[in-house]
């Protein structure tokens, strides 16, 4: 319970050796790391690039399911930080954690997982971003600039587009798929699809979709 048990996802601290989950508490006026886990289990092969966070969301009984970014392996931690149960989605469009997320001018960016969300029958809504068909206007932007970039310059809204699978853990089953041209942010915790876009004043404006599941 907040202040007391809070998750927290991202390589905090350099005596975590890795992990990149951490049971904490933000009780006090610095936070106090109750136990760090996660991310060693993810063996990444040469010239992988290592995890920084893991897209979390909270399970039934106080635990949390995690997904690998560059690996889509959802894992489901109890309340005590105990690895339950763990599930790779393996499909041929999902191209791994080898090779630059970006991508460059001549290699398209990675797919990689970006947000899950849990609805309240237990079904996890997973969000990916897929390689668009205008990511090479993204690169043809910059000009002629060689050697290091700045990724702040890149257009991601033109290397990326959105996919989200919904997925029965409780069956190990994909119930559905939507590919979406947006570059979706994330998950609200009501279940919204979120994305930032600048207005026509070029302000940022916040775009709140909504998601539903339709059985036939």
Do not use: C
């Amino acid at each position: 319970s907040w202040p007391n048990d809070v998750w927290l996802s991202g390589q905090l601290f350099s005596s975590t050796d890795g992990r990149v989950l951490h049971k904490s508490s933000l009780a006090g006026r610095e936070v106090s790391v109750q136990r760090s886990f996660g991310g060693v289990k993810d063996i990444a092969p040469p010239g992988a690039f290592p995890e920084r966070s893991n897209p979390m969301v909270a399970a039934a009984g106080g635990g949390v399911w995690t997904v690998s970014p560059r690996h889509y392996t959802l894992r489901l931690w109890s309340a005590s930080g105990t690895l339950v149960r763990s599930l790779q989605r393996t499909a041929p469009w999902f191209d791994g954690p080898l090779g630059s997320v970006l991508g460059g001018r001549t290699t398209p960016p990675k797919t990689q997982v970006r947000a899950v969300w849990r609805d309240e029958q237990g079904l996890l809504w997973v969000l990916t971003w897929m390689p668009a068909s205008t990511w090479r206007e993204a690169w043809a932007s910059l000009g002629n600039a060689t050697g290091e970039i700045d990724a702040r310059r890149i257009d991601q809204s033109l290397l990326f587009s959105s996919r989200i699978e919904v997925i029965d853990p409780s069956r190990n089953t994909l119930l559905a798929r939507l590919d979406v041209p947006q570059l979706l942010s994330g998950f609200t915790a009501d279940g919204y699809a979120t994305s930032f876009e600048l207005d026509f004043t070029d302000r940022t404006a916040v775009k709140l979709y909504e998601l539903r599941l339709r059985r036939e």
